[in-house]
């Protein structure tokens, strides 16, 4: 007996119906898994992260704190206004520290009645009996200075020794259980990632197959197929399209009463997690400069290893920023330093510079292959130097808006120190936790040359291998043949001036004058090489290389250098 056609087709789309259902069934438990880990890194594992690393921040600063506290206890006769206001600040940090751990802990506590979430609970279990290390830790360490200090002002050496060394173990306890703490954090983050990576490929798999489906069921039953079927069909085709090209700002609106409604809903959680992810990424991408992930990902920097590169390092240092630290409130010297650093690194990275970390006030950066090519990376830095002094004016005009106030405001210069050669470049760090950066004696010659601008009295020093590199495009002048701290050899240290259209002619002249002085200074011609440097003062009266240049010639006229003098001049300090 033959099966009428009717009852055939009934046949294949009640199958097909079936199996759209459970792929949309297995659809849905896919994106709720991923939405389960999203939702467990967005509500408990980034906010734990950002709270731990705050409290980092917090103990870093609070040795910061011990440091000074320990350096004025070494005077010999302490400020108590210093110590004082260190002693504060020590306090506060810690108290603010313990605040935080404690808010940690009740997140925690928060995870253990958490519904419908796939959660690592026996890694939150472990942090959460780790929490309290870094109280106890830090308790310790706050009190062993505070016996420290004791100790100290009874003047018993012996006492003050042994509590020094407990001091410095248990700071190294701090740093070792915030580590830890850390470490723990970052497997959560790590876990989750990965397990949402594994969802998004399933996700993405069944997205396919069900796109299969529909296609084929279009092919075969194209004349029985209804709008309404065919319409939410090509929206998921269109969607999963969009996502597969980039765009993650897509929505798929199906509004028929089935299963393909469910999975376009389903669709949508999934691109919101996946802008999610993107989110997180680009929030990242503030730690470490994007062209460096980028290289990691792309296998176009090395992993593991270092590389010999000729590169360009440069160092900048707000002048007079400790002093005028003292006079702002932490979080006024935060937003200080946050405005700084934000017109700095915008210019930094415009020219193609890589910023390598921010020390404190200073900046670290470097130009070379393969992020610059071979031959501009000096000029590049050079031009980012000139650059940031043209937006230091700009930035002290922000700085009412930007604190908050309108009177006192901290005066901002800058001193830079640039220096090209080669140097080992490669990610350097513990297996825990690395950096992509630079080391080198080069590294050194330019944080030496930034040091170097409080002896002359200039704001951009740089090495000679820079200026030969950086060609004409630029205007330097030779400041004088220095040895540095850490170098045995003398290095020769020029000013980076401008650009040679926009200087004056009075600037020239003033320029012209000073080398002709320098030559008489090395040859030992002291009133022709005085007379010279006078000449400059004339051209430019605040030019404080002739000024210092001065000071040595009156000094070489009383007690003249010996015959194997050559006119190297050793920097006592870094």
């Not at 950096?435 to 170097?452: C, H, K, M, P």
């Not at 200039?458 to 004409?472: F, H, I, N, Y």
């Not at 002085?517 to 004339?538: N, P, T």
Request: net charge neutral.
């Amino acid at each position: 007996m033959k099966r009428p056609i009717s009852l055939g087709i009934f046949g294949v789309a009640v199958a097909l119906l079936v199996l759209m259902v459970a792929v949309a069934w297995i659809s849905v438990v896919n994106f709720r898994q991923l939405n389960s880990q999203v939702r467990a890194m967005s509500d408990y594992y980034l906010p734990l992260e950002q709270q731990l690393a705050s409290v980092e921040i917090l103990l870093r600063q609070q040795m910061v704190h011990m440091e000074r506290i320990l350096a004025e206890l070494g005077k010999a006769n302490p400020e108590p206004d210093v110590l004082a206001k260190e002693s504060e600040g020590f306090d506060n940090r810690g108290i603010n520290a313990d605040q935080i751990v404690d808010s940690s802990r009740r997140l925690l506590s928060q995870t253990q009645q958490a519904q419908g979430m796939d959660l690592d609970r026996v890694t939150l279990a472990l942090l959460d009996r780790q929490l309290p290390n870094i109280q106890t830790s830090r308790q310790h360490f706050h009190a062993t200075l505070r016996r420290f200090e004791l100790e100290t002002r009874e003047g018993n050496p012996r006492s003050v020794q042994i509590v020094r060394e407990e001091l410095l173990r248990q700071k190294e306890v701090v740093d070792e259980q915030t580590q830890k703490t850390l470490d723990l954090l970052s497997r959560l983050t790590r876990g989750a990632v990965t397990r949402a990576k594994l969802e998004e490929v399933r996700a993405v798999r069944l997205n396919w197959v069900i796109t299969g489906v529909a296609t084929a069921l279009g092919l075969v039953f194209a004349a029985f197929a209804t709008r309404s079927l065919v319409g939410p069909v090509r929206q998921l085709l269109g969607g999963t399209r969009a996502v597969e090209s980039g765009n993650l700002e897509v929505s798929i609106d199906v509004k028929t009463p089935d299963e393909l409604a469910l999975l376009a809903d389903s669709f949508n959680s999934m691109v919101a997690g996946l802008r999610e992810k993107k989110r997180v990424t680009e929030t990242f991408g503030k730690y470490v400069d994007p062209r460096i992930v980028s290289g990691l990902l792309e296998n176009r920097l090395p992993a593991e290893g270092g590389q010999r590169q000729v590169m360009t390092i440069f160092f900048s240092d707000i002048a007079g920023f400790t002093h005028t630290c003292e006079g702002l409130m932490p979080d006024t010297a935060v937003r200080f330093l946050n405005g700084y650093f934000s017109f700095m690194s915008q210019i930094i990275r415009a020219e193609q510079g890589i910023i390598d970390k921010y020390i404190g006030d200073a900046v670290m950066a470097f130009w070379g292959p393969p992020f610059t090519d071979e031959i501009h990376h000096a000029e590049l830095c050079c031009r980012a130097s000139l650059a940031q002094l043209q937006q230091l004016e700009p930035f002290r005009r922000s700085l009412p808006e930007l604190l908050g106030v309108r009177f006192g405001l901290p005066e901002v210069d800058v001193r830079m120190g640039i220096a090209t050669g080669e140097v080992t470049v490669g990610n350097i760090g513990s297996d825990a936790a690395r950096g992509y950066t630079v080391i080198g004696d080069t590294v050194n010659l330019a944080s030496r040359l930034e040091q170097a601008n409080k002896l002359y009295g200039t704001r951009v020093l740089v090495s000679e291998a820079t200026r030969q590199l950086a060609g004409d495009t630029l205007a330097f002048r030779e400041i004088d043949s220095l040895r540095v701290m850490g170098k045995t050899e003398p290095v020769r240290v020029f000013e980076l001036v401008g650009l040679p259209d926009n200087l004056s002619t009075e600037q020239e002249e003033g320029l012209n004058k000073f080398q002709a002085a320098l030559a008489h200074y090395r040859a030992r011609h002291w009133e022709q090489a005085e007379d010279g440097f006078r000449q400059v003062l004339e051209v430019i009266p605040d030019d404080g290389p002739s000024r210092v240049f001065l000071k040595r010639i009156a000094a070489f006229k009383q007690v003249p250098p010996g015959d194997a003098w050559n006119a190297v001049w050793i920097a006592q300090s870094k």
